[in-house]
């Protein structure tokens, strides 16, 4: 049994028992396990806010070959993210990236790239106001490192590049693409799929600073909503509450 020291975000958490929290905790590591913060709720020395949604941490912990759950000796926050904290709505965001996040990445060694991506994510939301690109960026971004989007901006019919197309459609099923000379879209989806074309090539910090179309950033965002509820066949516990307290323009102010 050694002793080993983790950075990293908590993207679950639960109160057991009348003290402890199990958490889990994607780490810089690439690393995505449960830990266990005994006596957390009741320690003078350990902050409870260590075992919060979204908190950026650090922990030693004993590794134990043989268990899911490792037990922490010492933890210590280092960023709360405080400002998108600041708000229901704020929170509510942070809790469903997290939640998100949960859901489609195993427990494992392999997740280098997307702790980098949510981490990144939480400065943003953390050192400027909200801006509603941050959540199809976000998802993109995420499903590629997972390989579930392409790249290639293909007909899948034809074959032929789509970005020059006057049409084309956006299949949530598998997020295919279709061009229009192919099959005439019912509604065409063409500026969201040159926004994924620039998700990919852009820093977010640039892109935000476009003048993108709102309800282009709203069409794409809800694509790729009902891609992730049939891949993940299950409903995410703060989707619903994030989603309406944004209203149809997908405001959060903070």
Same mark, same amino acid.
Request: charged share 20%; net charge neutral.
């Given at each position: 049994?050694?002793?080993? +020291? ?8 639960? =109160?057991? @028992?009348?003290?402890?929290? *199990? ?8 690393? +995505? ?5 005994? @006596?957390?709720? +009741? ?20 590794? /134990? ?24 709505? @704020?929170? =509510? *965001? ?16 392999? /997740?280098?790239? %997307? ?21 199809? !960026? !976000? ?8 390989? =579930?989007?392409? +790249? ?5 019919? %034809? ?19 279709? %061009? @229009?000379? %192919? ?16 998700? !990919? ?18 069409? *794409? ?17 703060? !989707?619903? *509450? ?13």
């Amino acid at each position: 049994m050694s002793l080993i +020291k983790e950075n990293g975000i908590v993207v679950a958490s639960k =109160l057991v @028992g009348e003290a402890d929290a *199990l958490i889990t905790l994607l780490g810089e590591s690439g690393s +995505k396990a449960k830990y266990r913060l005994k @006596g957390i709720k +009741k320690s003078k020395n350990r902050p409870i806010i260590a075992s919060e949604l979204g908190s950026f941490i650090s922990i030693d912990y004993y590794h /134990h070959k043989n268990t899911e759950i490792h037990n922490v000796k010492e933890v210590s926050i280092i960023e709360r993210f405080e400002n998108p904290k600041s708000t229901y709505e @704020g929170y =509510l *965001l942070i809790i469903y990236f997290c939640e998100l996040i949960d859901s489609v990445l195993p427990n494992g060694d392999s /997740h280098t790239k %997307c702790f980098e991506l949510f981490y990144a994510a939480l400065q943003a939301l953390n050192s400027s106001k909200f801006h509603p690109l941050i959540l199809p !960026f !976000f998802k993109l971004r995420l499903l590629s490192l997972l390989g =579930l989007v392409s +790249k290639d901006f293909s007909c899948a019919i %034809c074959e032929e590049p789509v970005l020059s197309k006057n049409s084309a459609s956006l299949q949530y099923m598998n997020l295919e693409i279709t %061009c @229009g000379d %192919c099959h005439p879209p019912l509604k065409n989806q063409i500026h969201s799929i040159r926004l994924m074309d620039k998700i !990919f090539k852009m820093r977010y910090a640039n892109l935000s600073k476009e003048e993108i179309s709102i309800p282009v950033i709203i069409e *794409l965002d809800q694509i790729l909503n009902d891609y992730l509820r049939s891949y993940l066949n299950i409903a995410l516990k703060a !989707f619903d *509450l994030l989603y309406k307290s944004m209203g149809t323009n997908y405001e959060i102010h903070y």
